[in-house]
């Protein structure tokens, strides 16, 4: 079994940072793809960056040159840094991680979440 889990998210100021982590633990295999989602109350899921087993980065264009996904494979790690916040980035944020685990297929696993809130 494979277990996702976030941490770091919290209470911003407009303008401030925050540093989300996602954790993957079991009997991993390989780690491919791994991305950040997010869901703002009333609204849909949403992609906000990717990063593939080879280090190449996407992002939506809202949060281009704002924010920075990286992973660190060593630990089973991706991470979203997020500077200069608005108040529109609040939302859940959710990581996703498309895996192999052993005696499992490839697939695809989610963390369970973590609240960014920025309000002054």
């Known amino acids: 079994q494979v277990q996702l889990v976030e941490s770091g998210g919290g209470l911003v100021q407009p303008g401030g940072s925050l540093r989300l982590s996602c954790v993957a633990s079991?009997?991993?295999?390989?780690?491919?793809?791994m991305s950040w989602y997010r869901q703002a109350p009333g609204k849909q899921r949403e992609l906000v960056a990717i990063?593939?087993?080879?280090?190449?980065?996407n992002y939506i264009d809202d949060v281009k040159g704002r924010f920075t996904i990286s992973r660190d494979n060593a630990k089973n790690t991706v991470y979203l840094q997020m500077n200069s916040l608005k108040p529109e980035d609040t939302a859940v944020y959710y990581c996703?991680?498309?895996?192999?685990?052993?005696?499992?297929?490839?697939?695809?696993?989610w963390g369970q979440g973590t609240q960014v809130t920025v309000s002054s």
């Open positions: 079991g009997r991993i295999q390989s780690i491919y793809a």
């Open positions: 990063i593939t087993s080879g280090d190449n980065a």
């Open positions: 996703n991680g498309d895996i192999k685990a052993v005696l499992l297929r490839r697939q695809e696993y």
